[in-house]
């Protein structure tokens, strides 16, 4: 499949701040592709670069086989962008936005702008400064969506917008993609990403983390499971393969490496199963994973830091794997290699 | 409740204090600087009783000197300098004033930080108090340094340099405080600084009509006589506009919901559904977003022009005797006293239509800073194309207003006078500055282009040293030819136009458009 965009070791500073510290991503054509990480970790700056607004000070970037700097406007033409804090003129009114916004790059469906202008129940006759943020967001939306752009970009589309404007948001992105729609999606709503991208990419202090097939990544972690026993057995945390163990009495819950899973279960059975859930791991856990640092894990933080100061305060103490992750193998195989310990398990241990 | 009304103006308080420490500064700095520069540049100009008589004489036959000064009625070197500071003065404090009120009161609340404010715990006064409390406090601050200033340094008494300075700091109270109401009235902080400034300049009237009523602004400065029978009560007068103008903002603040006002926003809060055609690309953009603005400042630059160039010919039949106007007849290159004084006007109207150029140069910094830029380069729009609509405008705006005010003043000075001759010279000499205007607006987008945190202070600090060398070379403080060297200095009335300034100028334009199309293009975007 042919690549859309392919970065490798993007290096952008502001200041003392290292905005982007040896990016790499790589987006193939026709995938929706979920770019995820907290505030402040680099996605802003990744699509600002990918779009040519600033110059990366290292590192290889191109983009629908041209290079976003140079050839800003002939890209342009083929990309839509919505950006995370949309910026409208006041005195325009949405409907005006939409045109203009269109028209700047190169023509826009006309037909398809008035049904999703319909669909977002978007009231174009109003003047951009009377909107509330979510009709902002969709004024923005709409433009980009009913352009003939083979290249979405949008980042975090659907701030402020209610939750049925979030499903027809996605799906109009699925109608896109099914139409060969390339899509970067970048966002902090994670079943948002769970239900839409193919693959995504983990960006955390300028570095993409984890990159891969949602489903390649949940098959290398592991599943968590809960049981009630009738009785405990001992020394559980023993099994090979069992992890973040925490007993309550009669239930127990804990983290099984999938390789493991027989040999767990049938001790769990042994002890008398009442009752049991076995849950995959989840985006959040494989998202929290890599935002934890080692002693939150080790339960020995006095409190749980939000996951992006905890972030910036330990860069180097890494939680995760490697960060020289250039293919989705090499991310399956790092993300294998992580320490055991899920983000929430850990702070439900120390509550 | 009365408490409760009031809770956090003093966090408030601090908080404007901090947020425009420089700026309150350099009002107080303005503020009390004027006087002292008069007193020093008077005081070598007219060092004798006889010359300031001579000099009184000469200002009661200037009709435009009249108007907004009134006669001299106290011709010692302080009443000389009180006369010529006071509207000074009043005019530095007030506008600074008008212009802080509403920052922080209707532009706050268009910004909608109001709104974060209001929903912590404070009171329904606080913020319009605090940023009134701040106004008198940086007045109070102006009339205390030009006491101190004026006393020590030209060694005036310290008792009317104190009168003089609290009469300026009541009065700047009290335009200030029309800026608060009209912040209150108005739906945005554009249509308040105008409502206030228009209501400042409307003022004016009666005075060009030739009366002198008390109450008015422009007569404040004259109540007090400081250095003559020093009436210790003037400021009392503008003091009680103050306090009733900001009871009226308090009470419209107090009665009105967050967001509104009691005067209609001008655009509504609706429009057309789809864009018409020829919205569809920079130039259309950019004319749409500040085009209504450039409208109103033509209209207002046509009546006030029109209204400046009818006027000159009772000038003609009046003041054709007057001092002043015979010694202006020498050095101006014109044939009736009129002349001489339109073109004095005329070069004012240039230097103001220089500053307003500097706003439209700072148009796309404003438009890269708010993420409009932003949204339009991400579309397919190169950067070359997208700044070239906003140097287009900052060239085209300066040249169509000067055509305008030239237009406008020599029209209405050839009606009035039934001579032809002005409207072809009023021309000239508008078109004259053309290259002037660019340059200053040529340095703000080099400047912009080079480094866009810069552009706004070095635009202003270069307009304002340019104009700064005029006054400078009026009081003989600087020679000549470094006067020559400033953009402005060609286009002086008194000074014979050389083709070669305005050429140079032209080409200066040039290169530094340039300089900011090619730095534009290569560093990143700001937001």
Known sequence: ?351 | MRGAALAGTGALVRFLARRDRAGLAAWAALGAGLPVFNAYSLGALLPTPEAREVFAAGSDGNPVVAVLLGPISDTSLEGVVAWRSGLQSLLVTGVAGIVFTVRHTRAEEDAGRREAVAACAVGRHAPLTAVLAVTAAVNLAVAALTAAALALGPGFPFGGSLLFGLTAAAGGTALAAAGALAAQLAQTAALARTLAIGALAASLGPFVAGARPWPLPAEWPRLARPYADARWWAPLVPLAAAAILAAAACAVSARRDLGSGLLPDRAGTTGPAAATPRLSGPLALAWRTSGERLVSWAAALAVVGAAVGAVSVTLDATFAESDLIRRLLGRLAAQSPGDALLAIFTYVFCLVIAALSVVVALTPLAEEERGHAGAVLAAAVSRPRWLAAHLLLSLAAPAALLAVTGLASGLAAALATGRAAPLPAQLAATAHFIPAAWTVAAVALAVYGLRPRLAAPAAWAFLAVSALAIALWEAAVIPRAAFLLTPFAYAHPTITPAPAAPLALTLLTALLLAVATTSFTRRDLLT
């Open chain 1, 1 to 351: 499949m042919a690549t859309v965009i392919s970065a490798a070791g993007l290096v952008k500073t502001f200041g003392r701040t290292r905005a982007l510290d040896g990016l790499d991503l790589e987006v193939a054509a026709g995938e929706i592709h979920g770019y995820l990480g907290p505030n402040g970790a680099g996605k802003t700056t990744t699509l600002r670069v990918l779009l040519g607004l600033i110059r990366p000070d290292g590192g290889r970037v191109r983009l629908l086989g041209g290079d976003p700097w140079r050839d800003a406007v002939a890209l342009h033409r083929r990309l839509a962008y919505v950006a995370g804090d949309v910026a409208l003129w006041p005195g325009l009114t949405g409907g005006e936005t939409i045109d203009l916004l269109g028209r700047l790059r190169g023509g826009l469906d006309r037909r398809r702008r008035d049904e999703l202008v319909e669909r977002f129940g978007l009231d174009p006759s109003k003047r951009a400064r009377a909107y509330s943020k979510g009709n902002r967001q969709k004024v923005a939306l709409v433009s980009a969506l009913s352009s003939r752009a083979e290249l979405l970009l949008l980042d975090e589309p659907t701030t402020g917008l209610d939750p049925l404007m979030e499903v027809e948001f996605r799906r109009c992105l699925a109608e896109r993609a099914r139409e060969g729609v390339t899509v970067l999606l970048s966002s902090h709503v994670l079943a948002e990403v769970e239900a839409l991208c193919d693959r995504v990419s983990i960006v955390r202090a300028g570095r993409v983390v984890e990159s891969g097939r949602l489903a390649d990544l949940r098959r290398l972690t592991r599943t968590t499971i809960t049981a009630d026993l009738d009785a405990p057995p001992p020394d559980l945390a023993a099994e090979p393969g069992v992890h973040a163990l925490r007993a309550d009495g009669p239930r127990v819950t804990l983290q099984a490496d999938r390789s493991r899973l027989g040999p767990i279960l049938a001790r769990l059975a042994a002890a008398g199963v009442r009752d049991l859930t076995a849950r995959p791991p989840t985006l959040e856990d494989l998202f929290l994973r890599h935002y934890t640092p080692p002693a939150d894990a080790a339960g020995a933080a006095a409190a749980a830091p939000p996951a992006d100061a905890a972030a910036k305060a330990a860069p180097s103490a890494d939680a995760g794997p490697p960060a020289d992750v250039g293919s989705s193998a090499d991310a399956a195989r790092s993300a294998g290699a992580a320490p055991p310990v899920g983000g929430r398990e850990s702070r439900t241990e120390r509550s």
